[in-house]
């Protein structure tokens, strides 16, 4: 079965603090996962794509295959990093299978 | 210049009435989406469009009926409107091989 599983509803840090949004998946293909963020009163937006291996305000995420996982991670979390992240998996060119979202609360 | 636009934003409708929800993307992609957001966030994919052709329907109840009338747009159309039907439906699109898929903001329905 295809699935994104974030298992934490909320998370709450302290400015400064690291941070880490776990997402594992599962998918018999070979996974192309996604990063999004909704920033209070925003549209859903690309955050980081694991084929691009890039850094995003900070952000970085790793595909571990043997694990199935693809966690979210930022050395010093910062206010503004307060959204709601959804971990997202390419299944098919038409069809992207969302995680069901973790709030994160970057607090003062 | 929005990329992805929705109208309306915010729609407040009874029971048993029929609604609609229009989405425009100017971004040349040729594959478009509708997503439910229900009240415990969660993103589930409803349909998926490819150059004006239904790839994906996620067994939605068929009082839900998209329509395409050419690449940029794909509308949503849903009779006879129950409670459960409350949520935030997002549009988005991307292009075929593409590996991102670009959002609009969001319509927020309130069935009453």
């Known amino acids: 079965a295809q699935r994104v599983t974030q298992p934490e509803k909320l998370l709450s840090v302290f400015k400064g603090a690291p941070v880490e949004l776990k997402c594992n998946y599962s998918y018999s293909g070979s996974p192309e996962l996604f990063w999004y963020v909704q920033y209070s009163r925003q549209r859903l937006q690309l955050l980081l794509r694991h084929i691009s291996r890039e850094s995003i305000k900070g952000f970085t995420a790793d595909l571990n295959k043997g694990e199935t996982s693809f966690h979210l991670k930022k050395p010093f979390a910062q206010e503004e990093d307060s959204a709601m992240y959804y971990c997202?998996?390419?299944?098919?060119?038409?069809?992207?299978?969302f995680g069901t979202g973790t709030r994160l609360k970057v607090l003062a | 210049d929005t990329a992805v636009s929705q109208t309306p934003k915010y729609l407040v409708t009874q029971m048993g009435n029929d609604k609609s929800i229009k989405c425009e993307q100017n971004l040349g992609h040729d594959t478009m989406y509708w997503y439910k957001q229900d009240s415990k966030k969660f993103l589930k994919i409803m349909f998926s469009?490819?150059?004006?052709?239904?790839?994906i329907n996620e067994t939605v109840p068929n009082r839900f009926s998209p329509k395409s009338p050419d690449k940029a747009h794909l509308n949503l159309h849903i009779n006879s409107l129950e409670l459960g039907d409350s949520a935030v439906y997002f549009c988005?699109?991307?292009?075929?091989?593409?590996?991102?898929?670009?959002f609009g903001q969001g319509t927020r329905l309130t069935v009453v």
């Open positions: 997202a998996l390419s299944v098919g060119t038409y069809k992207y299978i």
């Open positions: 988005a699109s991307s292009s075929t091989g593409g590996t991102e898929a670009f």
């Open positions: 469009y490819n150059n004006k052709e239904l790839i």
